[in-house]
Antibody, heavy 120, light 111 residues
Framework: QITLKESGPTLVKPTQTLTLTCTFS??????????VGWIRQPPGKALEWLGI???????YYSPSLKSRLTITKDTSKNQVVLTMTNMDPVDTATYYC????????????WGQGTLVTVSS | QSALTQPASVSGSPGQSITLSCTGT?????????VSWYQQHPGNAPKLMIY???KRPSGVSNRFSGSKSGSTASLTISGLQAEDEADYYC???????????FGTGTKVTVL
């Protein structure tokens, strides 16, 4: 049974750096083809893809956010960490991590999401 | 890379069939079979409903079906039920530097 859960601060100030941790179980991020992605959703708005990291450390980011994003993994801890610098109120959103299975290019299991508010 | 285009809302009566569209370009929907659809109820995380354009994950009702023609993908919900009322998002791999893109989302209302 695959599960994922996001954790981190619920409130950050403008210009600060956000660090979110995705802790997962039921799969290994050392398995060929597996990835963990990050997606966010501002209140009342659409999903926005942020980035993904794969079993082999390859990563991909949304071009509009690439300069501010870093995704890393700790396979031994079953964790993936998202770091986003220079936070702004427009970054207020629910942040999700999700599992990408090796055989399909989609996200078949999602965390419950964590709401991050950016405000002074 | 712009988001894939979806109609803001679609509605139907119980038992009817409705079709949601998702329009992209040749660099995403039109060029690859990697279109997927997600259902999201208020306050919940998205749920995968369709992957690889037409395939259903285990446990998803066969009332949900996917297709594609050119750069437009479609999700059809047959025998519409009250529980189908939700937001639906399409997504696709893209050969642009974006790598992956979601749609603008469609709110389905069961009348």
């Amino acid at each position: 049974q695959i599960t994922l859960k996001e954790s981190g601060p619920t409130l950050v100030k403008p210009t600060q750096t956000l660090t979110l941790t995705c802790t997962f179980s039921g799969f290994s991020l050392s398995t060929t083809g597996v990835g963990v992605g990050w997606i966010r959703q501002p209140p009342g708005k659409a999903l926005e893809w942020l980035g993904i990291i794969y079993w082999d450390d390859n990563d991909y980011y949304s071009p509009s956010l690439k300069s501010r994003l870093t995704i890393t993994k700790d396979t031994s801890k079953n964790q993936v960490v998202l770091t986003m610098t220079n936070m702004d109120p427009v970054d207020t959103a629910t942040y999700y991590c999700a599992h990408r299975p090796p055989q399909w290019l989609c996200f078949d299991h999602w965390g419950q999401g964590t709401l991050v508010t950016v405000s002074s | 890379q712009s988001a894939l285009t979806q109609p803001a809302s679609v509605s139907g009566s119980p038992g009817q069939s409705i079709t949601l569209s998702c329009t992209g370009t040749s660099t995403d929907v039109g060029g690859y079979k990697y279109v997927s659809w997600y259902q999201q109820h208020p306050g919940n995380a998205p749920k995968l409903m369709i992957y690889d354009v037409t395939k259903r994950p285990s446990g998803v009702s066969n009332r949900f079906s996917g297709s594609k023609s050119g750069s437009t993908a479609s999700l059809t919900i047959s025998g519409l039920q009250a529980e189908d009322e939700a937001d639906y998002y399409c997504s696709s791999y893209t050969s642009s530097s974006t790598y992956y893109v979601f749609g603008t989302g469609t709110k389905v209302t069961v009348l």
